[in-house]
């Protein structure tokens, strides 16, 4: 018997809704549940030195197995001390198994009850990735939340959602929406039929292979410091989703997520999936709902009893010139900004809007700055409106985790009208 | 008469050189000189908050007059406070006058007598600079020091060196070496005769522009704010700078810059012209040398007596991977760094090297780590590097500083190697 790598308290629940504040506690440290978790997908949330991240308020990282299985290696980023000495992140970190983007961003070769086998991206060699794969490279890696190596299905039958994209933070050129990533164009089946076989066979499956994931991380010798989480699957088939979580859940891990949701459903799909599934989850460990996503989203997902977020959002859109505020989007590189003297929101106490404080009483940056630095491709630009967007969710989280202890969630959404589709109507008060 | 804008106080003397530790105060503060200034070309310097600049130890900054001017405006600028409040550096700044990159990068219409008009290189349209509107300029920027509109020639009648690059802070994809820039392909003359006579109209004109922007400051309104600073010029043709010099400083002004080094000659002739030139500048003023330059060029000027320097070494080269350590130069790239856990110059104490003290205890970033992002094509590889390149300079102009009071002159180049050359044989004990 090992020591419990992970530990979850739950510190207050909401008395109106399925809503509880907690602190996950790890090797690493601990952090404040509802947590939102920025997006490192190469060992660095991209541009954003880690005491900056830190600075926004972030307790855990989120790092992306696949591309730094590809690049540097997970044997050499095990070689030099693991993610935290590598990347100088030294709080919790969580890997997902790199099966996702395997599926999505991958020329895949073969698809078996085995695993996976792709050409690599970065130098077109052969590479296998299956359960127990999945996992040495995460122990190599060294994270303190490890993830199941699961078979993600195509959500819906068919879709007019653009290609297959990834939900690493690549470094893509346009702004994000997460419920139209996560497609599998070459897995979806316009027939509904031979769709449902196939998320049969995924939910099947991943059952199989987090039963190799348990036993190849017990034998793997870090399981007293690495959190292994199960992820439920089953697309947007409640029963399904049934299904998945008895089998998922049947099988004892220190935390368990909801997959394959926001992957080109709607908001509405996606709270009634989250909705349905948080429930049959354990109580008493941690749930992660991964790739989510706006804070609507997130709120309707907090209140079903969602603990854990991940999102690409704050930075891949920051980098693209779109800051998230209380009240909606600000697109920097509208010429409306060109003489606007106002931060991006006013109030807001991240280093753009404010300056670095304790160290200076010096004000922060104007839209009109930023969005000359924009126009003329200056790197300070993105960093600028990323720093703004992770603390902008790390606000929003905070002011989450008061609102289970006081259930006013009326006051939330009128801090936060950008969260208001969030709310049921029986809180809403409507 | 309105206020002096900036004071200068010589606080010590080398007994063995020319050199003096002193400083300059400005409205807004104060700098330690030598001084080695970063350059922010479009009001950053690249990738870098300003607060992580004036952690590295700069306590001046320019900004080049030429960008501002053409994006986002001067004019727009001013309205928002000036480049103070628009950039967030709120130190004391510098700005060239933009005629060196006028004339070095862009599609010249003409050069009268009056001064240069050209096309922008952001919208194509016409621009027109001469030492009034140079001068308006500046003034609508605000920055504590301001240059004068010069004529500046080809340093040699020909040579075998690129064609004309800009010293501002491009996104040039090189490594920099500024005795290759400042090269006026267009204005060169193979004719030696041709060049002498060429040099000889700048020289003069120079003279004529300097009396123009002195007056057109003093009708300005800020001329007890901004402190305008004359420039000498005459290539490598020691008669020359003497007859520039003599005709510059009998124009009153709060500090006098040794301008048209640095393009293309080699750090031998930079020396024997600085160490001809600065002496021949007002003792009771500080002397500036534009655009220089590598370790050695900086202590060969020091030691002539020269005060201030920019340059865009540590940003530009450390963009490229190109790293600045006391004993030469590491490049990121190189494979063999793949797996080196050491930081970039240990003992070094920035924040890539040594974590982001003193608010934690946490080390700083491996060689391996950094090479991973640029190989990767992460932002934070630029930033790093231009972190620990903007303190190298610190540390050495520190190190210079502390050296004028003891004139231990071997001791310094014995920890500073790469500085060795710009030692003169007596001072080496050789």
Partial sequence: MTAAPLSFEILARSRAAGARVGRVTTPHGSFDTPAFMPVGTRGTVKGILPSLVAGTGAQIVLANTYHMLLRPGSELVARLGGLHAFTGWHGPILTDSGGYQAYSMADINSVTDDGVRFKSIVDGSMVDLNPERAIEVQNQL??????????????????????????????????????????????????PRAHAKR???????????????????????????????????????????????????????????????????????????????APLLPEARPRYLMGVGYERDLLAAVLAGVDMFDCVLPTRNGRNAYAFTS????????????????????GCDCVACSGPRPESAEPGFSRAYIRHLFSAGEMLGPILVTLHNLRHFQRFMADVRACVRTDDWRGLVARWPVARAGLPAGLAGE
Same sequence: chains 1, 2.
């Fill in 142 to 191: 060294g994270a303190d939340v490890i993830m199941a190596f699961d078979d993600c299905p195509p959500s819906t039958p068919s879709s007019s959602s653009p290609p297959a994209e990834s939900t690493d933070d690549g470094a893509v050129g346009a702004v994000a929406d997460p419920r139209l990533t996560r497609v599998h164009a070459r897995d979806r089946a316009a027939d």
């Fill in 327 to 346: 009240v909606g989007a600000l697109r920097l590189r509208n010429a409306r900004y060109s003489d606007d003297c106002l931060p991006l929101e006013p």
């Fill in 199 to 277: 998320v049969k066979l995924a939910n099947e499956r991943t059952v199989r292979w987090l039963e190799r994931c348990d036993r190849a991380h017990k034998a793997g010798g870090r399981s007293g410091e690495q959190a292994l989480f199960g992820i439920v699957q089953g697309g947007i088939d409640l029963e399904a989703r049934r299904w998945s979580a008895e089998r998922i859940c049947a099988i004892e891990l220190p935390g368990y997520a909801i997959g394959g949701v926001a992957v080109g459903e709607g908001s509405d799909q996606i709270a009634a999936v989250v909705r349905y599934t």
